[in-house]
C-alpha cells in the first residue's frame, strides 16, 4: 500500500446555451443557424403527423424546418412526447437537436463554441506525488482533452502535454467522460 495521499477532484462539463447549428441558408451566404426559443411545429395529415424543428438564420432571420418526424401514424409517438411537441419543450428542443440521427438526416453539424464551460477544482500543481481528475460531461459536448485540461489547468497546450497522464488520446474530441493525471513538475 502507498504512503502518498492519493486525491481525486471532479470536473464537470455544462451546457450553457443550445449550440449554434453549421447549416446552409437558402437566403443569404450565412452558414450559421439558431434555435432561438425553440419551437416546434406539428401539422397532421389524416392519422400521419410531420414534425419539425423550426430553426433561424443567425444573419438574415429567415426561418428554416429540421424534419424530426415525417408522415408517421399518430398512435406511433408516445403521447408525453406528442404534448412536449405542441408545448414547445425546452428539453424535448434540446435532446432532438443533440441527436446525432437528426443532424445526419438534416445535414447540419454543432458549433458549440462558447456553448460550455468548465466547473472545475484547484489542481495543486506544485505537490510531490500525482493527482487524478475525473472529467464528467453533463451534456455530449465535443471538446478536444487537451485543450479542456489546458483551460482547467491554466497551462498551455505542450506543458499539458508533457505532464499529463490519460486514458484516451488527447488530441482527439470526446463528448464522454475520461480521467487523468496530472504528474509532479520537475
Known amino acids: 500500500m502507498s504512503s502518498q495521499p492519493h486525491i ?3 470536473w464537470v462539463v455544462h451546457r450553457t446555451r ?6 446552409r441558408c437558402a437566403d443569404c451566404p450565412s452558414e450559421t443557424a439558431t434555435t ?3 419551437r416546434f ?4 395529415n389524416r392519422r400521419l403527423l410531420d414534425v419539425w424543428l423550426l430553426v433561424r438564420c443567425a444573419s438574415c432571420e429567415r426561418t428554416s424546418k429540421l424534419t424530426v418526424h415525417e408522415r408517421v401514424p399518430v398512435g406511433s409517438l408516445d403521447p408525453a412526447e406528442l404534448g412536449g411537441y405542441h408545448a414547445n419543450d425546452p428539453e424535448l428542443v434540446a435532446s432532438r437537436l443533440l441527436d446525432p440521427l437528426l443532424a445526419r438526416r438534416n445535414r447540419f ?6 456553448a460550455w464551460r ?7 500543481l506544485d505537490e510531490p506525488w500525482p493527482v487524478t481528475v475525473e472529467v464528467v460531461f453533463e451534456d455530449p459536448v465535443p471538446v478536444r482533452p487537451d485543450r479542456l485540461i489546458a483551460q482547467g489547468l491554466g497551462l498551455s497546450r505542450r506543458e499539458t502535454l508533457r505532464r499529463i497522464k490519460c486514458d484516451v488520446p488527447l488530441r482527439r474530441a470526446r463528448s464522454a467522460g475520461f480521467a487523468f493525471t496530472v504528474m509532479p513538475g520537475e
Open 109 to 114: 453539424t454543432l458549433d458549440w463554441t462558447g
Open 18 to 23: 443550445l449550440p449554434l447549428l453549421s447549416l
Open 8 to 10: 481525486v477532484l471532479p
Open 41 to 44: 411545429r406539428v401539422n397532421a
Open 118 to 124: 468548465l466547473a472545475s477544482s484547484t489542481v495543486p
Open 36 to 38: 432561438g426559443d425553440g
